[in-house]
């Protein structure tokens, strides 16, 4: 059977350039891309205008699509989650919850769902912090993420759903901009150093952090969910890594690059976000699992981002 394939979100920051891979997959005319407006990105694909919290849109869209594959990618992220954090909730759990429930009923056979290295809080080990270890996640974000983690586990065990997850770390790409999160500052730096040369940061010089390449949590996405059942060992989420960094040394690997480049620092309330989570991961289990390894260090990232903004602002 040929798989239907339905972004929630698409046109985000991931479902940008998920939905050119899911096409080069599938095809466009199997991959249906839903969001709460249009975009550009959908020029090749059908496009559903859908509220993810509007359970009788959604199951109406599925059935007319004969969707059998659900990427669930609308949430709210963690600094504007912060500002708003009873919406936050409802739109992070009820919008899983709306999917699980098509999954449990059979109505999907498969579902993708991302996680973040936001389960993790001020008490877990911040250094290669662990697959398994203490969670106590002090945002809202954080929160809705574990408790979805739980969630899709008890899916999995209870009820036989097939559902995948990666806890991403803060994610770097060119092609679509960041929706909201603490670790956007890490694409806004590349724009204000080649549009202006200097960047206001709104994390403190030393604030590391996880870091990925979107090619790579691309590449990892897909290759979870076309992993055979039962490799995939973990139905919570799976950690992921790719990198880490401080403000003061992406902005110094910049500065190799765009030797005028300048950064300045004034955290704001994203300071204590960033504060509460790991600065790197173990991914191990990954590796172990479904062979998750990726093609980005550091530095090629930079380079890579800084030849095609280049070439897209000129
Ligand atoms: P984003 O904010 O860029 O995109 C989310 C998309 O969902 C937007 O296009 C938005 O219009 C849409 N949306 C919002 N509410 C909706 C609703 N009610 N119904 C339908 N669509 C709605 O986010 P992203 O960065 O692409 O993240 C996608 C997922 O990945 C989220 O679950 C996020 O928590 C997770 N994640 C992202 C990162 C990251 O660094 N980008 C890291 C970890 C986890
Ligand atoms: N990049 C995301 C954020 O900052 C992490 O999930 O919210």
């Not at 912090?129 to 408790?147: C, D, L, N, R």
């Not at 992921?240 to 480049?261: C, D, R, T, V, W």
Request: hydrophobic fraction near 40%.
């Amino acid at each position: 059977m040929t798989d239907k394939v339905l972004i929630i979100g698409a046109g985000g920051q991931i479902g940008t350039e998920l939905l050119e891979r899911l096409n080069q997959i599938h095809g466009p005319s199997n991959v249906i891309a839903a969001d709460l407006n249009s975009s550009s990105a959908f020029a090749n694909n059908p496009y559903e205008k859908l509220d993810i919290l509007d359970k009788e849109a959604l199951y109406n869209v599925i059935k007319k699509h004969q969707i059998n594959q659900v990427y669930l990618l609308a949430a709210l992220l963690s600094a504007t989650a912060e500002k708003n954090p009873m919406f936050g909730w409802q739109l992070n759990m009820d919008g899983l919850f709306n999917i699980l429930n098509l999954a449990k009923e059979k109505i999907i056979d498969k579902v993708y769902w991302p996680s973040s290295i936001a389960v993790f809080g001020p008490t877990t080990p911040k250094l290669n912090t662990p697959q398994y270890t203490v969670m106590e996640p002090s945002t809202v974000y954080g929160i809705s993420k574990q408790a979805g983690e739980r969630w899709c586990e008890y899916y999995f065990n209870k009820y036989n759903v097939d559902v995948r997850s990666l806890r991403y770390p803060g994610l770097i790409g060119w092609k679509s901009a960041p929706g909201g999160g603490t670790t956007d500052y890490a694409v806004h730096i590349f724009h204000h150093a080649l549009e202006s040369g200097n960047y206001e940061c709104f994390l403190s010089e030393d604030t590391t952090l996880p870091m990925m390449y979107m090619p790579d949590a691309i590449k990892a996405t897909v290759d979870i969910m076309h992993a055979p059942s039962e490799n995939v060992k973990i139905r919570s989420s799976y950690n992921l890594a790719g990198f880490s960094f401080s403000p003061k040394e992406i902005a110094a690997e910049i500065k190799k690059h765009i030797p005028n480049f300048e950064i300045t620092y004034k955290s704001d309330f994203r300071q204590n976000i960033a504060d509460s989570w790991p600065q790197s991961i173990d991914d191990l289990s990954a590796s172990q699992d479904w062979g998750w390894k990726p093609d980005y260090d550091l530095n090629q990232m930079i380079k890579d981002m800084l030849l095609n903004l280049r070439k897209i602002k000129s």
